[in-house]
């Protein structure tokens, strides 16, 4: 059963993904009469990224001219399908997944909000963000500079490769198969390894402060090697102390609960959105 009449789902992939590990859970929200959607994020579109062959990468290349696509062409690609769902009359949730939760934030600007809307007499809106072993990152901060060192110093995490043109080039992903899909069989870890792209190294400060505006929840991933239990606590515990209490779901899945736990992710969206309403 739909918690929300007219709910639609708009799905932040993170760095280095297309949108086809996503399509599983699109399936089952749809399956379950809610509308889904997982736009391809422009930092981690192969085709933006001046690589030359997708199918055989070179990320060696100087960056395109003009420079590689940052958050803010993120940012417009997603508000390109909210805006016509909220116009609509949609009631929209925004889910972030990995530094996808940047991207939902940023999204959700008041403009687009279910509260802002119907002040002005508008059907629809965003109702909230679920981040999905997410990065919380404070408005001010843009992922890089979150996780780096204050000191400027620059330091490659270990899941990651930084190629030739160093902070100002692309990085990929190592051991994807431990990192980001543990707790999927080993063929089916190698497949969605191998579809893996690439990213710049992103640095758009956040500048909407959907936190204190918006009902949020986190689901924890409780075995995820990427960004450790611990940390996904730390982060929405440091976004707690500015703007209140976060909705908190757990599972044991890995970074990559969609694949691996769908029907899961499913439940979880619907009862937040249950929770929002009463």
Known sequence: MTPLPNLAVVICHGSYHTTDPFLPLIKKLKANGVDAYCP?????????????????????????????????????????????????GK???????????????????????????????????VVGILYIGA????????????????????VTPPLMTIHKHGGAGLGTLVDAEKFIFNNLEDAEAQKWAAALTASPVLTT?????????????????EGDQTLPREYQEGTVALQTQRTGEFKIYRCSAGHSPHLNWTQGVVETIEDFVKEIRH
């Open 205 to 221: 400060k956040l500048a909407n402060n959907a936190y204190a505006r918006l009902p949020c929840a986190y689901l924890v991933l």
């Open 135 to 154: 990065f919380v990152i404070p408005v001010g901060e843009s992922v890089h500079s979150f996780f780096q060192p204050k000191d400027g110093t620059f």
């Open 91 to 125: 009631s929209v949730l925004m889910v972030g997944h990995s530094s996808g939760g940047w991207v939902a934030t940023e999204a959700a600007r008041p403009e687009f909000q279910e509260k802002s809307r119907k002040e002005r007499g508008l059907a629809g809106g």
């Open 40 to 88: 391809q994020l422009p930092t981690a579109d192969l085709a933006k990224l001046n690589v030359s062959d997708a199918n055989h990468p070179d990320f060696n290349r100087v960056p395109p001219a003009g420079g590689y696509p940052q958050c803010e062409e993120d940012t417009a690609v997603v508000l390109n399908v909210l805006g016509p769902l909220v116009d609509e």
